[in-house]
């Protein structure tokens, strides 16, 4: 997430004196080890890595947060109850993890290559997830891809809205290390020569469904104040509605194929390995991902390597 954002900030930088003094893409940038604890990588973001996202995101209000101990023990919390291949590849590849203040969204996860260009990550995480419930950030989520105050809740328990955050990002740093997709960015994509020629699973191309499985008002969705909100609230029954005849576990997830994927696997490790409820009431209307068919096998048919069951369909890596 956000990488394209970031290049855009890179390429608009002015040559020389204010150009970033370290490559954001270069693993040497960054103090990785690979023996600390991931509860332990929480880390303070670097200056200028803080500085090249408050540009891309333009909001220079962005700020390094320091984590409380009860919420660290909160994250360590979140980030134990991941299933276990998927916490080994995070130990293996995951950099560091940076609290941002006043962040857009609820987290990014970016990429980094070593010198033999295999993919590490990072991730910058918005401490609301510290302040809100389950419920109450998702909601906040759907909302914000509508103008106004939709008729829309989401109920999935009082849990902290950390565990949404982390098992999203998560799901995008496995991605990003062992192509569970064809690749989690387009430019990560193209920095590997990888490709997706016939496209993956219920996609034509990384953003766009196959007919079949695409749905009207999904072109419109941006989330978070990024190039929107370009619907009114008295839409979001609508959406809501073609989103139930689809095979996507929300609208967030039906922006790209990266976002299909951590949302399959939020909705099933809410239900499923926390016992959570997952319940969407939109226009008066209950939408539970887990129970669409399409949705529950989806998830099942992906999400088998984050469980240790099987591995990414090599098919479909070029």
Known sequence: MGAALLLLALCAAPAAASAPARDPRALASYDFDASRPLGDRVRRIPRWLLALWAKADGDPRYAAYAPTPDERREFAAALDGLPEPMK??????????????????????????????????????NPAGFHEDLSKLLTRRARSA?????????????????????????????DYAVHLTPYTEPQQGKALGLSAPDGWDVWKAYALPRRRDDYPLRRSLSFYGFGGPNLDASQAP?????????PFASLYGSRSWAEDLAELFVARHLTQDLHLPYRVLCGGKLYEPMKN??????????????????????????
């Not at 509508?146 to 496995?174: N, Q």
């Open 293 to 318: 068919p399409r949705v529950a096998a989806r998830a099942r048919d992906l999400l088998g390597p984050l469980y240790g069951k099987g591995a990414p369909r090599p098919n479909l890596l070029h």
């Open 88 to 125: 080994k590849v995070l130990r293996e590849r995951l950099i560091a993890f940076y609290f941002v203040s006043d962040l857009k969204g609820n987290g990014l996860t970016d990429w980094v290559l070593d010198s033999s260009r295999r993919t590490y990550s990072y991730m910058l995480l």
């Open 146 to 174: 509508f103008r106004g105050r939709p008729d829309l809740r989401v109920y999935a328990g009082e849990e902290d809205g950390i565990v949404y955050t982390v098992s999203h990002e998560c799901t995008h740093a496995v």
């Open 238 to 246: 609508a959406a809501c509605a073609q989103l139930a005849k689809s």
